[in-house]
């Protein structure tokens, strides 16, 4: 059975910090770019960051860089999203995508909610 399964989303400050992990299971991450979106409620899903499969290349949208970090753990078969100085309005649910030219596969999503 091929499948993504996200964790480590919570609730936190403003200011604060979490990791998201990715985790794969039936195939390998480490041949698939990988991203991580993110849907708050009424707003459309969007992109949050992304990691080659190549070359380990990045990309960050405006709103998170210098905030968030993504990483990836071959041997873990995991992605991971460093999330620091959270802010409310990062509340969300995160979910992350593993795709290539031939297959995609999301996760079910994990719940992040920024608050006092």
């Known amino acids: 059975q091929v499948y993504l399964v996200e964790s480590g989303g919570g609730l936190v400050q403003p200011g604060g910090s979490l990791r998201l992990s990715c985790a794969a299971s039936?195939?390998?991450?480490?041949?698939?770019?990988i991203g991580w979106f993110r849907q708050a409620p009424g707003k459309e899903r969007e992109g949050v960051s992304c990691?080659?499969?190549?070359?380990?290349?990045?990309y960050y949208a405006d709103s998170v860089k210098g905030r968030f970090t993504i990483s990836r753990d071959n041997a873990k078969n995991t992605v991971y999203l460093q999330m620091n100085s959270l802010k409310p309005e990062d509340t969300a649910v995160y979910y992350c995508?593993?795709?290539?030219?031939?297959?995609?596969?999301w996760g079910q999503g994990t719940q992040v909610t920024v608050s006092l």
């Open positions: 995508h593993a795709g290539d030219s031939v297959a995609e596969y």
């Open positions: 039936g195939f390998t991450l480490d041949n698939y770019a």
């Open positions: 990691i080659s499969s190549s070359d380990g290349n990045t």
